[in-house]
């Protein structure tokens, strides 16, 4: 019990950490920002320490099959930490942030083509922008973006190399999947890589279909500002992060359920040396 009391308290204090990170590495961040960033980071920590301080879950998703949590978290603070730093970097520019807009620039102009995700977020910038913004705004996209693949390519090499989740670790369904609802008439196997395949499918696309959306959007009401380093931050982090997030969490469903198939083909194939015979249903 006392080291699942710590767990919780470690996970709620990076939790903190990554909400108040661009509150912490922006110059000049507001009062109020400041005040509402902590009020959120808080009620998420609080969130997450019940959650992982209780015996059966209720939210949160493989949460003892790791490392895929842990992916995400790291990549989710990526994107917010080296976002911020470039964006301080134009303000009070240091060797570290010059390197992170240097490299983020050439990186971002290797993606930006047309019809690529950071082309069609660059789109939702009003004519007027300015070229700088743009710039920096197409730094910020492009970085997000490659650390979102970069996430994504090690999570598939967890899951081929690392034999994920472990040998001789059981895995209960039930626990690492509380929103998991399996249907009455499908079986497990075929709603696993079912709803692998949706989750596969929203991350691929939602990269292209997002900015559409937004361009439409901005049509009717007043565009977002991104002039606003915090709104920049958090809505580049949430474009890139979610589609990855979701492709891991399908890459994850396919990989449990390939388990749970090759344990009944076992299973079956055990039974029927032992001689049960399958019961013919009556048509």
Request: aromatic share 10%.
């Amino acid at each position: 019990m006392g080291f699942t009391i710590i767990g919780a308290l470690i996970r709620a204090s990076a939790v903190i950490l990554l909400i108040a990170t661009p509150s912490i590495i922006l110059p000049s961040t507001p009062g109020e920002t400041g005040q509402m960033a902590m009020l959120v980071a808080i009620l998420a920590a609080i969130a997450t320490f019940a959650e992982y301080a209780s015996k059966t879950p209720s939210l949160i998703e493989f949460r003892e099959a790791p490392p895929v949590n842990r992916i995400r978290f790291l990549a989710l603070f990526a994107c917010v930490f080296f976002l911020s730093s470039i964006l301080r970097g134009q303000v009070a520019p240091t060797t570290f942030t010059v390197f992170l807009d240097t490299a983020g620039e050439r990186l971002a102009e290797m993606i930006d083509f047309p019809l690529s995700p950071v082309r069609l977020m660059i789109g939702l910038l009003p004519e007027s922008t300015p070229e700088a913004t743009i710039s920096i705004f197409r730094t910020a996209a492009g970085v997000a973006y490659i650390i979102s693949i970069l996430s994504l390519a090690f999570m598939v090499i967890t899951l081929r190399f690392g034999r994920w989740p472990l040998p001789g670790r059981s895995f209960n369904i039930w626990t690492n999947l509380p929103l998991f609802n399996p249907s009455v008439h499908m079986d497990v196997v075929q709603k696993l890589r079912r709803d692998a395949a949706v989750n596969g499918i929203f991350g691929l696309t939602l990269p292209f279909f997002v900015p559409a959306v937004l361009q439409l959007v901005v049509q009717f009401v007043d565009p977002i500002s991104l002039t606003n380093p915090h709104t920049l931050v958090w809505s580049v982090t949430a474009w890139a992060f979610l589609p990855s997030s979701l492709i891991m969490r399908g890459l994850a469903l396919s990989r449990i359920a390939n388990i749970l198939e090759s344990k009944q083909k076992r299973a079956l194939a055990k039974a029927l040396e032992d001689g049960w015979v399958p019961v013919q249903q009556s048509a």
